[in-house]
C-alpha cells in the first residue's frame, strides 16, 4: 500500500513552486487521486527528494501502518472489556433459561401428580385415558433428562 500526501505537503516537501507541481499534473507527469500523490511516484520524478531520511515521512508511515493494524484488529477480535460483557451476558441468559427449564419440570411433575391421582377413579375408561396422558407425560420427561 503506497504512502500518499496532499499536494500542498508535496510542494513544501519539494520545496518548489506550487503553480510549478501544478503543471506537471495537468501535463501528466504526475498523477493524483483525490488531491494526493503517490511518494513512490514524487521519487521517481524528482530523485534528489530524499524522504527515506526524513524523520516526519518515517513517523507518517509507522502511524499509518499502526492505525491499519489497529483497524484490522478491532474488526477482528473483540475487546477484553466486549468479550467479557458478552460472556457475563451468555451466563445470565443461561441462568435464566435454567430456571425457566426447571419451573417447567415442575409444572409437568404436578401435573404427572396431577393424573396418577386421577386414575384411582371407577371409570375405566377416565382410568385408561389419564393413564395414557401421564404414561405419555413420563416418557416426554424421561427424554428430557437425558439432554
Known amino acids: 500500500m503506497?504512502?500518499?500526501?496532499?499536494?500542498?505537503?508535496?510542494?513544501?516537501?519539494?520545496?518548489?513552486?506550487r503553480h510549478e507541481l501544478q503543471n506537471l499534473i495537468r501535463k501528466g507527469e504526475l498523477h493524483t487521486f483525490?488531491?494526493?500523490?503517490?511518494?513512490?511516484?514524487?521519487?521517481?520524478?524528482?530523485?534528489?527528494?530524499?524522504?527515506?531520511?526524513?524523520?516526519?515521512?518515517e513517523r507518517l508511515q509507522m502511524i499509518s501502518q499502526t492505525v491499519f493494524a489497529r483497524r484490522v484488529s478491532d474488526r477482528v477480535m473483540p475487546s477484553k472489556e466486549?468479550?467479557?460483557?458478552?460472556?457475563?451476558?451468555?451466563?445470565?441468559?443461561?441462568?435464566?433459561?435454567?430456571?425457566?427449564a426447571k419451573k417447567y419440570?415442575?409444572?409437568?411433575?404436578?401435573l404427572a401428580q396431577v393424573f396418577c391421582d386421577l386414575q384411582e377413579t371407577e371409570d375405566a375408561a377416565q382410568r385408561e385415558l389419564v393413564n395414557m396422558i401421564n404414561r405419555r407425560l413420563l416418557e416426554e420427561l424421561e427424554k428430557t433428562r437425558m439432554l
Open 2 to 17: 503506497g504512502y500518499h500526501v496532499a499536494v500542498a505537503r508535496a510542494v513544501h516537501l519539494l520545496g518548489i513552486d
Open 34 to 57: 483525490e488531491g494526493q500523490i503517490d511518494m513512490d511516484e514524487l521519487r521517481r520524478h524528482f530523485p534528489m527528494l530524499a524522504l527515506d531520511e526524513d524523520n516526519e515521512y
Open 82 to 100: 466486549d468479550l467479557s460483557t458478552q460472556l457475563k451476558r451468555a451466563r445470565m441468559e443461561r441462568d435464566v433459561a435454567k430456571a425457566k
Open 105 to 110: 419440570r415442575q409444572i409437568i411433575e404436578d
